[in-house]
């Protein structure tokens, strides 16, 4: 889905409360209370955002949080957190970005949701787009085959570019 958002909290009811407040707001998410659960879910839904509650157990969360920015590093991440922990955070190379602190209010906290996840469907862009067309210039079909391509197995190259250069002209 696009609007799809991941939350991990171990805290069930601090979990469902942003659950059902996103429900309620029209937006589709899935909560989770284990760490291996919440990978698996970015891997295969791929979301827009992740909230991720960090108060109850914090050096696992910290590990994770490490591997998400090694892997998916344009994931929008929101970090619940204790008002302490954002030193600890910051030591491990962790963003502080996004991060709320307790007591936050959730009226505030799920405006701002919204409006994240409305940035980032606003940011994103088609597939098409992303590739682009590149023009190949008429030169490029006149350039001698490269050694590398000269092998009797790799032929079916030199045929590819007689066959495209009689298609140009």
Not at 40 to 53: E, F, H, K, N, T
Not at 69 to 80: D, F, R, S, T, Y
Not at 87 to 93: A, P, Q, S
């Amino acid at each position: 889905m696009d609007d799809m958002i991941v939350i991990f909290s171990p805290d069930s009811i601090r979990g469902n409360i942003i659950h059902k407040s996103l429900y309620w707001h029209g937006y589709s998410s899935k909560l989770f209370n284990k760490l291996y659960e919440t990978e698996a879910a970015i891997l295969s839904c791929q979301p827009v955002l992740l909230v991720v509650d960090t108060v109850d157990c914090l050096s696992k969360t910290i590990i994770f949080l490490k591997t998400l920015n090694q892997n998916q590093p344009n994931l929008k991440i929101i970090k619940l957190i204790d008002s302490q922990t954002k030193e600890d955070l910051d030591r491990h190379g962790i963003s502080i970005n996004g991060c709320y602190s307790e007591p936050f209010e959730p009226e505030v906290f799920i405006d701002n949701i919204i409006e994240i996840v409305k940035d980032a469907k606003a940011s994103k862009s088609s597939p098409t787009d992303k590739m682009g067309v590149k023009k190949i210039e008429e030169s490029f079909f006149e350039k001698e085959i490269p050694p590398f391509f000269q092998d009797i197995e790799l032929r079916w190259y030199e045929k590819l570019l007689y066959w495209i250069r009689d298609l140009t002209y």
